[in-house]
């Protein structure tokens, strides 16, 4: 998504400056400093007085997913971005959230610091979306907070990475609460690093993280993804890295830390190349060989 | 009518052993050929090599296609001369649709009943082996091909779904004039239809040719494959 297709977004920034803060009836969407401003209670979610980033605070249910897009549009821009999404108890929310600079030479910067709290009961599906320009840095630091009973159905896809990617998420999951997450990452002349960790906190808290990592031309991708069970809880990784040119490495490294013993985490970790069987299954279709390769990494990259 | 594929001396290795020691084939517009053998006797890397599998080398000879040499042709460029290899054991494609696929490669709509329920799910994966095979059938029937080679498109399938694949085959292919090679251990699939030569290979050598697929079959049946080199038919040896 981009600027000639923000209808329906509730909160559009581009650059520094928001574009349009959507009102929906019986939630409250300001942008960070707003909130900084008018609710005392926000302070303790952001470590200082933001600057820019959104707030929004979801106290009434509603029947279609909230959509947030942030934008780069100019030459070295560098964003730094609080965000704060609260959903109240037993709400069940559906997020698309879009971050991307609108042209491939920007040398933008992006910093998103996210803090998303789920109350007792709450759901949320968050659809996160990152197309970035090949001189850009991005840096998102996301925490996901789960109250006892939450639930949490995460998906970060970027398909177009910047020239250094930085992404940091924590679960903190809390009494049979569950989350579900799957990072889709297409590296292309790009650094990328993620850092992802679950942290099974109460009784039945459950969780899965899904990496699927394509590493292409020029790109270097490494991954420590992590289940730290501190409580009775199940925790699953599911690591997988596809390698299709010579010029990329990827690195991944799944680790596992119980101090409970009734836990159970468990992880998985491949990395290959494309099947030349399939290449040429595929080949022998009529496909040239970029078009399958294309097709399969869309397949791989399918979760 | 025109020879459509024709092979000459050819001879292939895979990982430095020689698996092909000298094929000729030829195949004429609209003929239905089948080409026996036991395993290992080198039928699928025929077929392999004829479609431009890379990991197939070919060290001598040459193969033909419509007058024009294809040996050293890439794949895709043999496919959309018309020639077409319905695999006996495709891959799965895991993430991909039958019907995604299908999109992409499809020269013509075409609309099989037995494919309906697998269009929705991901390429041959969990397939049972009937499956695969409706699944290869409606592929290469949506390429529009001028000759095509199945390989064991028998193993795997009830004789009901045989029958069924036979009459599609004979109706979207044979009756069409495509040229279409059976390649088939058992050779159970032969009987649902009309062959104009039965070629049986041994060794990585074509060592017969017969009109008459049952007498084929019937010696097979006596003596074996490995006493066929002194089958009494002696029919066309090359």
Redesign the interface.
Known sequence: MDMRNVKGVHFWQVDHKIKNIAVVPGNIILSSSQAWQKFQWVRKYFEREPREGYFIWIKKEVDFPLATCINIASPKISQDLTNLLVIEKGIKVKANVVCSAIKNNLCGRHFAQGKLLLKSGSSLEYNHLHQWGQKDFVSPDYEFILEKGAKLLYTYKNLLPPENLKLKTTIQSNENSSSNLSFIINGLNSKIGIEDTLLLLGQNSQGIVRLRLVGRKNSQIKAISKIFAKAPGKGHLDCQGLLINKTAKISLTPELICQNKEARITHEASIGKI????L??????????K?AID??V?????I | MKTLLKIEKLKVKANEKEILKGINLQMKEGEVLALLGPNGSGKSVMAQTILGNPKYKVTSGKIFFEGKEITKFPPEKRAKLGLSLAWQSPPAIKGVKLSQLLGKISRQQIEIKEAKDLLEREVNLDFSGGEKKISELIQILSLSPKLVIFDEIDSGLDIKRLETVSKIIKKELIAKSVSVLFITHWGQILKFLKLDLTNVMLDGKIICKSPDYKKVLMVIKKYGYEKCKRCPLLAGRP
């Not at chain 1, 099947?275 to 399939?278: C, L, N, T, W």
């Open positions: 099947s030349e069987e399939e040429n299954y595929l080949r022998m279709r009529g496909l040239t060989e078009e097709l399969i869309s397949g791989f990259l399918k």
